[in-house]
């Protein structure tokens, strides 16, 4: 017998779907932006420098724009960033200065609400046994989107190394989810809920009455590995393989469909089956043992092997942690607490490739592969301590 469609999963496979179109051309970048740099008279911590400007304005808008989605709705908010996010890409298409590019990933982090704000959306829409569920859907639009999105920008930049049709495309299909989510998505939030007064309290009042302060943190411990290894790969890989953009392209959607098909297809099932905790825990560990992988890895296999391993882990961890996140607070301020912690993962976007370029020039790829098994080590340590175990207010109502 088929499953029954119910009105809060049709609302959900249609985020899941605006969520993908704007995710496919946020992956289109990914593997061109470290070759599109050189070509514009940027080194290698230019790299690093474009990539964390976008997360330090991505950082600074996160709690701003999850506050607009808690006072004006989710849609509205969402519709807005996925515009402003094609506009950065259309920049992009057309940069013939290394400002340019600056400018141009500026104004997409500037513009990068849509996961916190999709993110809060789903929690709006799932009872609390579901949470983590849902939040493997938004990931699993993610996942497509490096799926889909690398392999689309490697294949259309070539070897001849053309990047305007890839950027253009991308901001193409940011339009088309602007478009798609004004049109078909309903507003999540409950009417009578969007007329409550916020609490006034201030971010860090809300994050201490919370408890929620160590849970940011394991985003930045989280993301800044993922980013550092988004930076460090392309150019291990083309230092030792003498790969290119193609090939990277493909690398990065082998790993999105790793996503996509764990947290779309299977996460509901490994959270009922371990639990949510005890998952966290064999992710996180997996992540750790992709990492450690790395630093004995020089032939392709086993250099592409540590990092599909580590990030497998990864993106399961992801949609626990938003789970956990998104029971911290009441209804009222649950954007802008999804917000900060899009915040303290802008952190680790910045923190990541900025301190694994400086180790990378410092000490060659040995050096820079410790920074996320540093960081991952300290995830660790928290998902096995009894902080990960405090209850929520949410947990506690059920009891």
Partial sequence: MAEEVTPAKQHGLLLFAVVLLDMIGFGIVIPIL????????????????????????????????????????????????????????????????????????????????????????MADITPTHERAKGMGLIGAAFGLGLVMGPVLGGLLAGSEGSFMLPAMLAGGTSVLAAVAAGLFLPESRNPEVAQREPSGLSLWQVLRATQSRLLLLQYVFHTGSVAAMTYIFPLWVYA???????????????????????????????????????????????????????????????????????????????????AMVSRKASVEERGRLMGAASTAASVGRVVGPLAAGALLTAGGFTAAWSLPLLFVFGYLLWAFSHWAKRPTPEMRAEH
């Avoid at 990277?248 to 299977?266: D, H, K, P, R, T």
């Fill in 240 to 322: 030792l393989l003498d790969w290119q953009a193609k090939e990277v392209g493909i690398v990065f959607g082998v790993v999105g469909a790793v996503m996509a098909l764990n947290q779309g297809l299977l996460m509901g099932r490994f959270v009922g089956f371990f639990g949510e905790l005890p998952l966290l825990r064999v992710c996180v560990s997996l992540f750790f043992a992709g990492l450690c992988l790395t630093l004995v890895a020089h032939e392709p296999i086993t250099m592409v092997g540590s990092n599909i391993i580590a990030l497998t882990g990864a993106t399961l961890c992801m949609p626990i942690l938003n």
């Fill in 34 to 121: 470290p070759f599109i740099t050189p070509t514009l008279g940027g080194d290698e911590f230019d790299i690093a420098l474009i990539i964390a400007s976008y997360a330090i304005c991505a950082g600074i808008v996160g709690p701003f724009w999850g506050r607009l989605s808690d006072r004006f709705g989710r849609k509205p908010i969402l519709i807005c960033c996925t515009a402003g996010a094609a506009g950065g890409y259309l920049l992009l298409a057309n940069a013939d200065e290394l400002w340019m590019i600056y400018a141009a990933r500026v104004v997409a982090g500037l513009m990068a609400g849509n996961f916190p704000v999709a993110s809060a959306m």
